[in-house]
């Protein structure tokens, strides 16, 4: 990580970005570069999508998982899941955030 965040001159971009985007252009890649007897699908349950973050972080995340569920399964066939769903939070919402709520999007990959 610290490789890339050089590599980027170490700006961390901190973005509006729809996780639910980002998931669906990961589950894209991933289906052109892994064994086809191995499914990936997503399961989008949040019905808020949008956080703040760094995207290319964020998709650097998503693709290490994929890979390495990839890896777990070397003999196929498998399945990737990527899902979403609303957590709450005891967390106060950072001040003037305008995608601060006391709710969270949580994003994994079984």
């Known amino acids: 990580q610290k490789l890339l965040d050089f590599a980027r001159k170490g700006k961390i971009v901190s973005a509006p970005l729809d996780v639910h985007q980002l998931i669906m252009e990961t589950c894209h890649l991933l289906a052109r570069s892994i064994d086809p007897r191995i499914t990936i699908a997503h399961e989008l349950l949040a019905p808020r999508s949008m956080v703040m973050g760094d995207p290319a972080q964020l998709q650097n995340a998503l693709l290490n998982l994929g890979l390495n569920s990839r890896d777990a399964m070397p ?14 939070t005891t967390v106060p919402p950072p001040p003037n955030e305008p995608t601060a709520a006391a709710a969270a999007a949580a994003a994994a990959a079984s």
């Open 75 to 88: 003999e196929g066939p498998g399945r990737i899941t990527y899902s979403t769903r609303l957590l709450a």
